[in-house]
C-alpha cells in the first residue's frame, strides 16, 4: 500500500503562484510514477501532469509553460509549481501514483490523495 497527502491548496488571485506538495510513504519512492489531476466543480476529472520514475515529465496543453512537476526524492515528496494561475485553474487537485509507467489517464493509477482545493480569484 501507499499513502498520499497533499498540502499547499489554498486561494490565491489570478496572475499568482501557488506550490502544491504530494507527501508519500508505504513504498520506496524512486519507484513510483506520480500524477497530478485536477477536478472543477461539476466536471470531469482531467490530467494536469506527470513524472515518472525515470525523472521524465508530460503535462496536459492548458497548463504546459505555467506549471512545473518535480520530485525530492530524500523528502520524499512530489512537487507541482503553478505560476500565472486563471479562474479556469480553480479545481481539488489530486496526488496520484503507480508502479507502473505513468500515463495521462487515470486509470493507469492504483494509489490516490485526498485533494487539496486550489480558488483562484478574478
Known amino acids: 500500500q501507499v499513502q498520499l497527502v497533499e498540502s499547499g491548496g489554498g486561494l490565491v488571485q489570478a496572475g499568482g503562484s501557488l506550490r502544491l506538495s504530494c507527501a508519500t510513504s508505504g513504498r520506496t519512492f524512486g519507484s513510483l510514477a506520480v500524477g497530478w489531476f485536477r477536478q472543477a466543480l461539476g466536471k470531469e476529472r482531467e490530467f494536469v501532469a506527470g513524472i515518472r520514475w525515470t525523472g521524465t515529465t508530460y503535462y496536459a496543453d492548458s497548463v504546459k509553460g505555467r506549471f512545473t512537476i518535480s520530485r525530492d526524492n530524500a523528502k520524499p515528496t512530489v512537487y507541482l509549481q503553478m505560476n500565472s494561475l486563471k479562474s479556469e485553474d480553480t479545481a481539488v487537485y489530486y496526488c496520484?501514483?503507480?508502479?507502473?509507467?505513468?500515463?495521462?489517464?487515470?486509470?493507469?493509477?492504483?494509489?490516490w490523495g485526498q485533494g487539496t482545493q486550489v480558488t483562484v480569484s478574478s
Open positions: 496520484a501514483a503507480t508502479i507502473r509507467a505513468g500515463s495521462t489517464f487515470a486509470t493507469g493509477y492504483e494509489f
